[in-house]
């Protein structure tokens, strides 16, 4: 299949049919990463009642003990511990692996997983960046595995509630999306590198990434605000924000007999450190629009050194058409007409729910060999856009996106942060 050919086809098209697991077969599964939101997807699998978790991995075993504990409260027994998530996919027995590690490990072993026949579910952003992801839909599509990307609000009802208002076409005329993020996030503070703590495998942790110094700002947790590891707050939460609107908006051109290009043609980005003096490299503060030939436009607004509520919602989206907007929230929406008057209204039975819902849809996919309902062809399309709203602001001007070809047309330096260098023997295995 040519290149072009594949990135036109739509994910029906591509998607094989997989051989469906007996409901009565219990799945075995692998988690990669142990602490943080890894724990919390672990501790979520652990209490479904087929699924067994046989093996724990993470480079730091400090976090066993605290990994373990949240799995065997559930009644489960204790898992195996492992340092290198290779042994994962050297073990037949395992189904499937769940990724929970930060942006830089999400690809390789999501591929890896494929080539070794493992089903994947993995946090998002899917990728650290855009070629990451269409190398995991390659090899989700080459190896016939299903591979959900952790954007739980894709199994949440009220935002499914919210889609089926807009494809109704009330809104008439909707050509403009607006995405937002004001939660409030930390500052990292400036402190000396030091030697890497004991139990650290430190040098398995950078994996792809240059070779440097530990430094404990860069690692847990605060990882996510630096180059080499993250995507910021627009890969982070802005990933969730950024699918609500652009979703919102394909529903919305479906209600117009009208089909929403999957990629945007235009991406500029405004902001910086406006408000944090520390370590952290990307911006606290930032505005991205995302403009969709001369047919629709998305903007995203970021600050995340102040929660700061925008309709109602401290993170959210919404959908203007010319008959009023919708409003989507974390855990409710609303339609309002053209007065501010309120048409429609839902919510949630509360956001957490989005979570078992998640993981039982990707469970189910499994089973039925159909599609999970964040599947790496949405996934990737969505950690896009941050990826793609991060390089127009890293290279600070207006870029002009080939969706054909998935480049930026005569523009070497925007086109090398598509990618990333490799640092071996950890490079992006070939599909």
């Known amino acids: 299949m040519q290149r072009r050919t594949f990135f036109l086809l739509g994910p029906a098209a591509l998607t094989p049919?997989?051989?469906?697991?007996?409901?009565?077969?219990?799945?075995?599964?692998?988690?990669?990463?142990?602490?943080?939101?890894?724990g919390h997807l672990n501790r979520g699998f652990a209490a479904m009642p087929e699924i067994?978790?046989?093996?724990?991995?993470?480079?730091?075993?400090?976090?066993?003990?605290?990994g373990v504990k949240g799995i065997t409260a559930t009644g489960r027994k204790e898992p195996r511990l492992e340092a290198?998530?290779?042994?994962?996919?050297?073990?037949?027995?395992?189904?499937?692996?769940?990724?929970?590690?930060?942006?830089?490990?999400?690809?390789?072993?999501?591929?890896?997983?494929?080539?070794?026949?493992?089903?994947?579910?993995?946090?998002k952003p899917c990728s650290h960046n855009v070629k990451e992801g269409q190398a995991m839909l390659a090899a989700a599509r080459k190896h016939k595995r299903v591979m959900q990307v952790g954007i739980q609000s894709r199994s949440q009802r009220h935002l499914a509630e919210a889609m089926e208002f807009l494809r109704t076409g009330a809104l008439g005329k909707a050509i403009f999306a607006r995405a937002w993020e004001t939660a409030k996030q930390n500052a990292v503070p400036r402190v000396p590198d030091t030697a890497a703590p004991a139990g650290v495998d430190y040098d398995m942790w950078l994996g792809p990434a240059p070779k440097r110094a530990f430094n404990p700002a860069?690692?847990?947790?605060?990882?996510?605000?630096?180059?080499?590891?993250?995507?910021?707050?627009?890969?982070n939460d802005g990933v969730h924000r950024l699918d609500y609107a652009r979703r919102g908006l394909e529903a919305a051109f479906t209600g117009m007999k009208r089909t929403l290009p999957e990629w945007p043609t235009r991406i500029s980005a405004g902001g910086g450190k406006l408000f944090f003096d520390d370590a952290q490299e990307f911006p606290d503060t930032m505005m991205v629009s995302f403009e969709y030939g001369n047919e629709a436009m998305l903007v995203y607004e970021m600050r995340v050194w102040t929660p700061n509520a925008l309709?109602?919602?401290?993170?959210?989206?919404?959908?203007?058409?010319?008959?009023?907007?919708?409003?989507?929230?974390?855990?409710?929406?609303?339609?309002?007409?053209?007065?501010?008057?309120?048409?429609?209204?839902g919510s949630a039975s509360g956001n957490?729910?989005?979570?078992?819902?998640?993981?039982?849809?990707?469970?189910a996919a499994i089973r039925n060999g159909n599609t999970p309902a964040c599947d790496i062809h949405i996934?990737?399309?969505?950690?896009?856009?941050t990826h793609l709203g991060n390089i127009a602001w890293r290279t600070d001007r207006k870029l002009r996106f080939d969706p054909a070809t998935q480049t930026f047309a005569g523009d070497n330096e925007a086109n090398r942060l598509l990618g990333r260098t490799y640092r071996a023997p950890w490079v992006l295995p070939k599909v």
């Open 52 to 66: 067994e978790i046989a093996m724990l991995c993470d480079v730091d075993s400090r976090q066993f003990a605290a």
């Open 379 to 385: 996934g990737h399309v969505a950690s896009s856009l």
């Open 84 to 123: 290198d998530f290779r042994r994962a996919l050297d073990d037949k027995s395992i189904d499937a692996v769940v990724i929970g590690t930060p942006d830089h490990w999400h690809a390789i072993p999501a591929i890896m997983a494929c080539q070794a026949g493992k089903h994947v579910y993995v946090e």
């Open 311 to 345: 309709e109602g919602e401290e993170e959210g989206a919404m959908i203007y058409g010319e008959n009023g907007a919708v409003v989507i929230g974390n855990e409710k929406w609303k339609a309002i007409g053209k007065k501010g008057e309120v048409l429609h209204a």
């Open 17 to 38: 049919r997989r051989r469906a697991v007996a409901a009565s077969d219990k799945l075995t599964i692998a988690c990669i990463g142990a602490r943080g939101r890894a």
């Open 218 to 235: 860069r690692f847990h947790s605060n990882w996510r605000w630096f180059f080499d590891y993250g995507t910021g707050d627009l890969g």
């Open 352 to 363: 957490d729910q989005a979570d078992p819902a998640h993981k039982a849809d990707f469970l």
